[in-house]
């Protein structure tokens, strides 16, 4: 599966840019601040339907422009037995994503078409940052690896909503506990589900990861990651049933904190995953370099996983991630590199790159455009 | 110019609050209505107006209906051992021209939405049980949407009555997935009727 041209009207910096893509390795060579990385993030927006780096979409759309701007990102993907087009368009207050002309009502019908596997300097997030910063990772792993997932993940955040508008709500105390034993009868199912994907994908994670960071970061040392679900750090049970059991004990414990909060205080959406060198917590005692290293092991190993779960090979879209390495390091990290896969790179210096992959188009960003 | 005329731009505002019309179509509307002749119009005042003089909801099911009880539960053909139990009188209107359920129905109107603020005691649930403790009836099918809130609102409905001994079934095989009854077809509904689940 390849994004084999590329077409992008007033995203950003980007007033109009157009490219026909090499199949192997792309490089987006420029200064800083040309717009190498919005090119990846349109290409991203044809994937995912979404930034990797905001939320809002409108940020996208290039400052002081009219305020009926579109912007309109357009890609052409050939599958060995089919080729179409996806084309996102989006002005200050709506989004249309379509496959081939014809609207996609949910961005779950975008995903999967084509899969991506990204390298961000803010990727380093996951291994220092917050629970939520991990669990977004998940999600969108997640999701793009299983359709089921995305549905029980939706299903999920509704009855979540539902249940704290409940708790919030000036319902006596006997009603409200019999409300809420519907609830978490209903919440208990997508619970269940969504532990034993992220059961099951950490620990295959942990597996391929742990490998790859050996060969990084030529330590002795192991990276090693462990799920620390709302069923605590060493429940092990794969059974649907169990777990939806013990969800529902969980929830009945919590209950009358829940209510004193108005807020609905275990259960997945508080999962998080630990990440461990040497058996050591990485967010606490990891080094920069280890960290670095265990986030690259992370995203390897994702490319692996990814083939592995839908049977596509994804495109790799590595924003700047060499620039964070140093020269042992980043020849490591590139020689692990697939050159059959579609690559986009960007970079400001040309020739190591050059150097280390077997770049076959190189594409140079200065001022929004493509030269 | 129409448009500054504070009758006109009411009318318009009336007719944009109705379901499914936006503001592009209720001007439509609107400019039909002024040209439109004056018996035409006034039939259709005359047709709101009775929809409020005449419709009510029956006082056992809460279908609507021009007389109480509905001629549903009316009709002694009916099945009165079974009930069938929908969010709305729309509903009932899909499985009528499915011609597919000879029993009995309950509208609970609405469902339950806690982020809207509606709770089962918005909703007609304490009617539906005490029809059910009257005793005659065997069977009570849920039919609420299949979707988050539907479930839910079945999964109530079905705690309060399992002590009441009553066969409880859900249906929703069939059914598209976060789908409403509404715009289900007639062979979807016998399907779904016809492969109904005990609660
Ligand atoms: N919404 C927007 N409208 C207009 N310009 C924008 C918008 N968002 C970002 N920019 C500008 O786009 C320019 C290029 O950004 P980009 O992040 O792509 O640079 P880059 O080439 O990746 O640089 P670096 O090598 O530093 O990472 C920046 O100067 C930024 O100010
Ligand atoms: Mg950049
Ligand atoms: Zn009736």
Redesign the interface.
């Known amino acids: 599966m390849h994004l084999i041209h590329l077409s992008i009207r007033d995203f950003r910096n980007i007033a109009h840019a157009e490219l026909a893509s090499a199949k192997g390795v792309n490089l987006f060579w420029g200064a800083n601040a040309q717009g190498k990385t919005n090119l990846l993030e349109a290409i991203y927006y044809l994937i995912t339907g979404r930034s990797f780096r905001t939320r809002q979409d409108r940020e996208t759309l290039p400052w002081d422009s009219p305020s009926d701007t579109v912007a309109i990102i357009r890609g052409l993907v050939k599958r060995p037995e089919s080729q179409y087009e996806i084309v996102v368009a989006m002005n200050r207050t709506q989004k249309n994503v379509s496959c081939n002309g014809k609207t996609l009502f949910s961005l779950g019908l975008l995903w999967g078409k084509m899969n991506a596997v990204l390298f961000t300097p803010g990727d380093l997030e996951i291994v220092q940052g917050s629970p939520g910063a991990r669990r977004r990772f998940l999600d969108m792993e997640g999701c793009q690896m299983d359709h089921n997932y995305l549905y029980h993940l939706q299903?999920y955040a509704?009855?979540l909503?539902?249940?704290n508008?409940?708790l919030k709500?000036s319902?006596d105390d006997t009603?409200m506990a019999?409300?809420l034993?519907?609830?978490d009868?209903?919440m208990a199912s997508p619970a269940a589900e969504i532990y034993l994907f992220r059961r099951k994908f950490i620990k295959e994670l942990a597996a391929a990861a742990g490998q790859i960071y050996n060969g990084i970061a030529d330590s002795s040392e192991s990276l090693d990651l462990g799920y620390e679900s709302f069923l605590g750090k060493n429940e092990t049970s794969a059974n649907r049933e169990v777990v939806e059991a013990l969800f529902k004990e969980i929830m009945r414990r919590s209950r009358s904190e829940d209510m004193y909060r108005g807020n609905t205080n275990a259960g997945p959406h508080r999962d998080d995953f630990r990440i461990t060198i040497g058996g050591q917590d990485a967010r606490i005692y990891g080094s920069q370099g280890q960290q670095r290293s265990a986030m690259i092991a992370l995203r390897l190993a994702e490319i692996n996983l990814m083939k592995a779960y839908t049977g596509l090979t994804p495109i790799l879209l590595l924003d700047d991630i060499v620039s964070e390495l140093d020269e042992k390091r980043r020849l490591h990290f590139l020689s692990l590199l697939d050159p059959n896969l579609q690559t986009f790179i960007t970079g400001t210096d040309a020739d190591t790159l050059r150097g280390a992959l077997p770049v076959e188009k190189t594409f140079q960003i200065c001022n929004g455009r493509i030269l | 110019m129409l448009k500054r005329s504070p009758t006109f731009e009411s009318l318009i505002a009336e007719l944009n609050k109705l379901p499914g019309i936006g503001r592009k179509s209720a001007e439509r509307i609107a400019y039909h209505f002024v040209k439109a002749s004056r018996e035409e119009v006034m039939s259709l005042a005359s047709a709101l107006k009775a929809v409020k003089d005449n419709i009510i909801s029956c006082s056992t099911c809460f279908n609507l209906a021009e007389k109480d009880p509905c001629p549903i539960c009316e009709d002694p053909s009916r099945d009165a051992a079974q009930i069938l139990v929908v969010e709305d009188a729309m509903d009932i209107a899909a499985f009528e021209r499915a011609g597919v359920y000879k029993g009995r129905y309950h509208v609970l109107q609405g469902r339950?939405?806690?982020?809207k603020?509606i709770?089962?005691e918005h909703l007609r649930i304490r009617e539906l049980v005490e029809r059910v403790r009257g005793g005659a009836v065997k069977e009570v099918i849920l039919a609420t949407d299949p979707d988050?809130?539907g479930?839910?609102t079945a999964?109530?409905i079905s705690?309060l009555l399992s002590p009441l001994g009553v066969e409880i079934t859900r249906i929703g095989l069939g059914i598209p997935m976060g789908g409403s009854l509404e715009y289900t077809d007639s062979i979807t509904l016998e399907k779904a009727l016809e492969g109904r689940k005990r609660f």
């Open positions: 299903r509704q009855i909503r539902q249940r508008a409940l709500s319902m009603d019999e409300s034993e519907v609830w009868e209903e | 339950i939405v806690p982020l603020g709770t089962p988050v809130e479930d839910a999964l109530y705690r």
